[in-house]
């Protein structure tokens, strides 16, 4: 008997249909059967049914001699199923890698529960991604099981069939089936999880649902719409007949109120000669199922179809003047500041004021935190402000002075700072004033294509206004460097006038002084027990998929395959941290104890100082990684088309700091069989090192803060060189 059994209709979907089949039968986790229903498909989806059945016993056809519609479809797959669990799987849309296998641990888990909740991504047909918006409910649902009653926010998430696995025997208990008509989903999905006993929730993307231009049935208009009231007749029919649901009617009644104005109010769902129908039902069917207090936003139902269109009408002319007021007060607001800084800017500069940023405001972060440190301790007298992201602000360290963006704050200091350090461009806005010193310090050693490189990259390139970063750089004053490559790079990159500095990387500092305590305690805090081995894996984004993110290792298969007495710490790209990457699966596993996310720790030079070896791609990240003189790894499975999308400096592969994999078969025998530290690591890594840590030696940020702030001569004292494009390039002697 296998674990699952995924019920497929099949009507016109010729083009998707492969697709999905694929993402089914080739999982990791294989103990499944695809009962796949040709609802009589005039397409040639029959055909390609056969053809799969043909090549895999696991697939079995059935073919109606008529259409049925999409949910008897799944009602004639239902008695073939042998499944512990049910999985109904619409042909347009696919399982993420590592869906089933997530699904089957977390039923193990959960010692098999009635229903299991997951989560979804809606995949626009444009390219686009964006995940389930209310992905909180399924965290929230905890470690163990619950009842709706128990958790009610589960009933909020979207109501449908295909994010879920049920359990057979529950389902033949209760005899669901699916009624005929649209929104066939409400009728089933509503009883299942008001009887279930125990429902699961899993916080991981199992599903992509396909957002298709034109095609799909629910974005047709159609009168078809109208079935959703006989569908919500069915969900009340259920919940009388059992006395022990009586509770939900509330509950159920706002619902249906709210679905079918949402269905009202959307554009292309109902003909229009037909709304003021629809709106009529709608209101009868309200009335029939109430008895209660009637929510204010559904008390447009108590009158008529013109005052309903009326007040639409009112609340989108109400919405269109406050958008309006916004903008002029927006406008105004910016005029009085940009009075207010004109009257600043005749001011002379404070000489004892610094201003930093770091990563488009996000924090006391990298190398501005590293010269921040240094210029505390060396120029006390010079004061300090940080400019930071309002949501940030609660997680700044004790006694941080700070700004928030465009605010009155930040254009007072701003207009008068002597300092400006960032490892990110200034906005534009942002003028820069004879006298002031601007510090960029960039966020490490370029691998990748960037700034005027990658106009020859147009892919890479998207969203970037090359020119305008051009102009912005236009006001650096010095460009920190922490190695030959990087200098020549900037100097190509950026062609602009600034002076660069051959101090080392700041941030680096504490890898180059690092000492065994410090990771051990940053092992602690993490959990992780002593004696374990860390692995850090961190992969950069990717500039030929949309979005950035690309699974290219199974992270569950790594860390079993790297055994007991290891530990897969992982840290994804800053810029995937928020999207729907963590949610395919890196936030269930750290919740299981498979390994740790890392990503959301601020400060990678921890994860750095508590990790035994690098586990990496392209990030730039094994340059700074390398001043602890550890092994590296290098995971380049894709590298051919990493460097003809974003453009390299240097092939990675041919000058590695320690071993290449091309594959996860061969990533995964470097760690079985020890290479990954053995001397031909260890001779990779010194050739590396020797080139891209050469300014790195623990004093960097005493030296931008006593060359640059205290303008010492002296130790350490820079020596101008020619530059090789017209810049100036001091080295410290």
Known sequence: MPRFSVIVPVFKVQGFLRECLDSVLEQSYPDLEVIAVD????????????????????????????NVGLGRARNAGMPHATGDFLFFLDSDDTLTPGALRAMADRLDETADPDVLVFDYARTYWWGGTRRNVLARVLAEGGDGTFTAAEHPEILELLMVVWNKVYRRDFVERHGFRFPPGYYEDTPWTFPVLLSAERIATLDRICLAYRQRRQGNILSTTSRKHFDIHEQYERVFAYVDSRPELSGWRPYLHRKMGEHCLDILAKPDRLPEADKGEF?????????????GPVPPELRVLDGGYTRYRVRRQAARAAKALDERGQRMRAAAAGRIRHGWSAVQELRPLDPDLAVYSAFSHRGVLGDPAAVHRAARELAPHIRAVWVVREDQVPLLPPGIEHVTPDSSRYHQVTARATYFVNNVNWPGTLAKRPGSVHIHTHQGTPLKYMAADLLGKPGARHGFDVPQMLRRADRWDYSLVANRHSELVWDRAYPCHFTSLRTGSPRNDVLVRARPEEGAAVRARLGIPAGRTVVLYAPTRRDYVRGGHVDRVDLARFADDLGADHTLVVRLHPSLADGPARGLGLAELHRRGVLVDGTDEPHVEELMLASDVLVTDYSALLFDYANLDRPIVVHADDWG??????????????????????????????????????????????????????????????????????????APAPVRVPAPAGHDVRVSS
């Not at 053809?51 to 109606?64: F, K, Q």
């Not at 709106?279 to 008895?291: E, I, K, Q, V």
């Not at 890594?685 to 001569?713: H, K, N, P, Q, W």
Request: hydrophobic share 35%; net charge neutral; charged share 30%.
């Open 39 to 66: 609802d009589c498909s005039p397409d040639g989806c029959g055909a390609i049914l056969d053809e799969y059945a043909d090549r895999d016993p696991r697939v079995t056809v059935l073919h109606l001699p008529r």
């Open 279 to 291: 709106f009529r039902r709608t209101a009868a069917l309200f009335r029939a199922y109430g008895g």
């Open 641 to 714: 088309a990493y460097r003809a999308s974003r453009g390299t400096y240097f092939d990675i592969t041919s000058d590695p700091p320690g071993h290449v994999s091309s594959s996860y078969r061969e990533l995964a025998w470097l760690f079985a069989s020890g290479a990954w530290r053995d001397g031909e690591s260890a001779r990779l890594r010194a050739g590396f090192r020797s080139r891209f840590c050469e300014f790195d030696d623990g004093r960097a940020a005493d030296r931008v803060v006593r060359t640059l702030m205290l303008g010492e001569r002296d």
